[in-house]
């Protein structure tokens, strides 16, 4: 038994890792955002409605382009065993929302194991270590693996994709591409077309091969998106293409807000690599092996910016073959330390994994108090129970619904709630809402009871701490003054 711990702590000590901060976070912060809220309603109506579609949040609030259901699916039946257990225990099914983002987190890093074997047997245990090293340093990869947007279903199977190419199946690799791009991201597409041209130009690939070996994968890819999600929209459709004719074609994306060309390079990547993005360009000119892999990830991220409409969760999926290269550097500096020149550079690299870590740990902290509605509401749960009402119903603004309230949040009877959009506030007073969740200070017929604050910025100053978070009041609780049993609870006051 006592041999058994080593060998297994050899195997999955970096899992245990990585995985713990993943979880952590997901403790920390279980709460999620708009990005992420088609993925998570439909996570809790395949968990509590199951066939009852009618019931399903996406048929009254569609979003502006539909998503596939079949990440979401894949997710649920993985957590539901779990979810069961929570149900019988009469536990709140904020413990579910948890349950379903540890297992995403799950499927998402035994990719990414795959691909870290991968890493070992073509780089050594050495850049292994310090892939996992750089990926443990940063925030934004570990954070974002949990969290149910379409871009990390996509990067669960590009990792995949990147594995196999290591491996040399080559065909198999454009084929985990094709399905990502197919059914979780059409901007995948960016991804796929430079790999497929190197691998045609260095003749590791035949063209007639990639029509033989892909055509296939990528219809029965596409019936199958098509058919599920047509069942769960109740109408003919594949989704990834409308997001494609909306975001590409009619180029109606950019109404979200626009970045500079040069936006990824100087803002998304220096946040997301961290330590990694100095490294990951000496890896590529130390190295000759890494750039035939970094190249068309690189490609990837240069095409992108050509889009006006930026994010940093676009191009999540460059993060970890440009941790490699850095992994490759890091790796080469370390071996040549007792060398004059390469000392000052491992010093330097040092320095900069504990910058990285100073930047996580902000990073954190900022997005610790950037779900403000979803503490909102659990407060609102733990304080604002009425004795003697049969029902306590709460309307959710769209600031609310956006900042951190799932459908996970909600609890069961007495408890209702509405999302209802468009009410001006001078007609709140003549609805029969008991509480209001809102962004909005004072309201007509209703007292402000409770505050939760959020991130607003950070402060840099000369003493210590040399940065500061700022938060300020980001939402309000507020009650009904026609209830008088409100008013006799012991409330924090918006003051």
């Known amino acids: 038994m006592a041999s058994k711990s080593p060998q297994l702590l050899r195997s999955y000590g970096y899992d245990l890792l990585l995985g713990s ?56 039946i993985l957590a539901s065993p779990i979810v069961v257990v929570i ?48 990926t443990a340093l940063q925030f934004h990869m570990l954070f974002y693996c949990t969290r149910a947007l379409p871009n990390i279903l996509a990067l669960a199977v590009v990792n995949m994709g990147y594995a196999y190419w290591f491996r040399g199946n080559f065909y198999t690799a454009l084929n985990c591409l ?27 690939i035949s063209l007639w091969g990639a029509i033989k070996y892909c055509i296939g994968p990528a219809l029965l890819s596409i019936g199958f998106t098509i058919m599920v999600d047509s069942i769960m929209w109740k109408r003919i459709l594949w989704p990834e293409f409308e997001v494609f004719w909306f975001n590409s074609v009619l180029n109606r994306s ?92 491992n010093l330097f690299m040092l320095g900069l994994f504990f910058i990285s870590l100073g930047c996580t740990i902000v990073f954190f902290l900022a997005s610790y108090d950037n779900y403000p509605s979803g503490n909102a509401l659990k407060d609102l749960h733990q304080i604002g129970h009425l004795n003697n009402t049969n029902e306590l119903w ?54 402000c009871l409770h505050y939760v604050s959020g991130f607003s910025r950070v402060r840099l100053q000369s003493s210590l ?15 009904n003054t026609k209830i008088k049993d409100i008013m006799q609870i012991n409330w924090a006051g918006c003051s």
């Open 394 to 447: 709460v309307h959710i603004d769209t600031f609310s619904a956006m900042n951190g309230i799932s459908r996970f949040c909600e609890n069961d009877s007495p408890w209702r709630y509405s999302k209802e959009e468009g009410i001006p506030l001078e007609e709140f007073c003549r609805r029969n809402f008991t509480y209001l969740v809102s962004e909005q200070f004072a309201v007509d017929g209703f007292k």
């Open 178 to 204: 094709v399905y990502a791009t197919v059914v979780f991201r059409c901007d995948m597409l960016l991804l796929l077309c430079p790999l497929a041209l190197e691998l045609l130009l260095t003749k590791s």
């Open 87 to 134: 149900n019988l225990l009469q536990l709140s099914k904020i413990y579910a929302i948890i349950s379903v983002r540890l297992v995403l987190g799950c499927v998402v890093l035994s990719t990414l194991r795959f691909f870290r074997i991968q890493v070992r047997h073509k780089f050594g245990h050495q850049v292994e270590a310090f892939f996992v090293i750089l």
């Open 21 to 76: 901060i993943a979880a952590f976070y997901v403790f920390a912060v279980p709460y999620t955002k708009v990005e992420e809220s088609f993925n998570i309603q439909a996570m809790h109506d395949i968990l509590y409605h199951r066939h009852r579609l009618e019931n399903y949040d996406h048929l009254e609030f569609p979003g502006v382009v539909p998503r596939t259901f079949i990440g979401a699916l894949i997710v649920s």
């Open 465 to 479: 701490p040399p940065i500061i978070l700022v938060k300020e009041p980001k939402l309000y609780i507020h009650g």
């Open 254 to 345: 950019s109404e979200w807000g626009t970045h500079s060309f040069h936006w990824y390079f100087t803002s998304a990547l220096p946040r997301s690599l961290l330590a990694a993005y100095p490294l990951f360009l000496l890896g590529v000119l130390i190295d000759r092996r890494v750039l035939i892999f970094v190249l068309p990830v690189f490609s990837f991220i240069l095409l992108y910016s050509k889009l006006p409409h930026k994010e940093l969760r676009f191009i999540i999926s460059s993060v970890p073959m440009l941790n490699l290269s850095a992994a490759v550097a890091a790796n080469r500096i370390y071996n040549n330390r007792k060398k004059t020149l390469w000392k000052f550079l």
